[in-house]
């Protein structure tokens, strides 16, 4: 047998990437340091949350990949009157190595927000999976039950016309107003609460429209589609409307935020949904819709509210901007407060429309303000007198 000699051919050389190659103290952590956590040991939120949205002020060195029709790059500070430390600074000439040109880390003050709710993928999944869940058990279980048939009926006309209308303000405010600030904020620590946000009243939206098309087919006589004609037409409704139409064309995304979750929802939105349909709704047998309106309300007091206090303070009492965010603010419930009054005065008919009726209106209004004041406090914000309307 003929031996074969072997061929003469280059051979590759595999090596490894210079940086890739480096061992160094946290080569193999499994967290992040690159940001100084709010508390002594970095939670896992901060770690799928801070800094996962560029910034050419911290470490993308190319700049914004894209820009607007504008010329406009990636998140403008602009986008809002609000200012936290650090926004005057001119946005450093970046390139390969630059670093930050100096300054401290991190760059600017909005990167100081975390949420207080950790919200982030998961935890929206969970949260919504759960609340609906928990609402379809309750239509499910109520629909074996008969208990609708123990509704009075000047409470069916009402579930459909005016708890049915609230579906539109969860809407329009859902996808036009948190939906746009969330696309227009400046970091993703705030990008994830306001998203979040967004999806609660989206589903909340969702929830309401498939609870009348099941009262549709469960209650007889029950209009599945009378409230859109509630929202339209009605007077007492016509206030709420306007109010919820013009918030979704504020262009500040700070001040939609503000005027929204600080202002609008505790005068009008806990007005209606506290201190009237979950007043109302037991008294005239319904023991059903209380569930989905106070699903949503939990999602505001507990979790919304929650963050948009945690976001105002840190701007209201920024370390260089606190005067100028504080006049802002005022500014702001000034504008507000008269149109979210107004709004609120105008739903007062609806009091006087179920069989049994709730507290009466000026008690649950006093109510309202009282908490609202409590959240100016809070904020180290005055009252305006318009509240006192």
């Not at 208990?147 to 009926?153: D, G, L, S, T, Y």
């Not at 049915?164 to 746009?180: E, K, R």
């Not at 206090?309 to 504080?326: C, G, P, R, V």
């Not at 069989?355 to 009282?370: H, N, Q, T, W, Y």
């Amino acid at each position: 047998m003929t031996a074969t000699s072997e061929r003469s051919v280059p051979k590759p050389a595999f090596t490894d990437a210079e940086a890739g190659a480096k061992v160094f103290p946290d080569s193999s952590a499994r967290q992040y340091n690159y940001f100084t956590p709010a508390k002594r040991k970095q939670s896992h939120y901060e770690d799928v949350t801070v800094e996962v949205q560029p910034d050419p002020r911290h470490y993308l060195s190319q700049g914004w990949l894209y820009a607007f029709a504008d010329g406009k790059g990636g998140y403008p500070l602009e986008w809002t009157a609000m200012k936290a430390w650090g926004s005057d600074r001119p946005v450093p000439e970046r390139s390969p190595g630059s670093g930050g040109k100096g300054y401290d880390w991190p760059a600017h003050g909005w990167h100081e927000f975390r949420d207080p709710n950790e919200e982030w993928e998961l935890t929206l999944y969970r949260y919504n999976a759960n609340v609906v869940r928990q609402l379809n058990q309750n239509i499910d279980a109520a629909r074996q039950a008969k208990a609708f048939e123990q509704w009075n009926p000047n409470w069916v006309d009402f579930v459909a016309k005016h708890v049915g209308a609230w579906m539109h303000v969860d809407h329009g405010l859902g996808l036009y107003l948190y939906a746009n600030a969330n696309r227009r904020a400046p970091t993703n620590m705030h990008n994830n609460a306001i998203s979040v946000n967004s999806m609660h009243r989206i589903r909340a939206a969702q929830d309401l429209a498939l609870y009348t098309l099941t009262l549709t087919e469960e209650v007889p006589g029950f209009d599945g589609g009378a409230h859109l004609a509630t929202w339209n037409e009605d007077p007492a409704w016509q206030g709420v409307r306007e109010t919820a139409e013009q918030l979704t064309g504020i262009w500040d995304w700070c001040e939609a935020i503000f005027a929204s979750n600080i202002v609008f929802e505790p005068l009008v939105g806990e007005l209606f949904r506290s201190n009237l349909v979950q007043q109302a709704a037991p008294a005239n047998g319904d023991f059903v819709t209380p569930t989905l309106i106070g699903a949503e309300e939990f999602d505001f007091s507990e979790r919304d509210l929650r963050y948009t206090k945690a976001m105002f303070d840190l701007l209201i009492n920024d370390k260089e901007f606190a005067d100028q965010n504080k006049a802002l603010a005022q500014k702001w419930l000034e504008d507000w407060v008269p149109r979210c009054i107004s709004a609120a005065r105008a739903l007062q008919p609806l009091w006087s429309q179920p069989d049994a009726k709730p507290i009466r209106f000026e008690d649950g209004l006093d109510r309202v303000k009282s908490r609202f004041a409590g959240i100016l406090s809070d904020l180290g914000l005055k009252a305006p007198e318009e509240l006192g309307q």
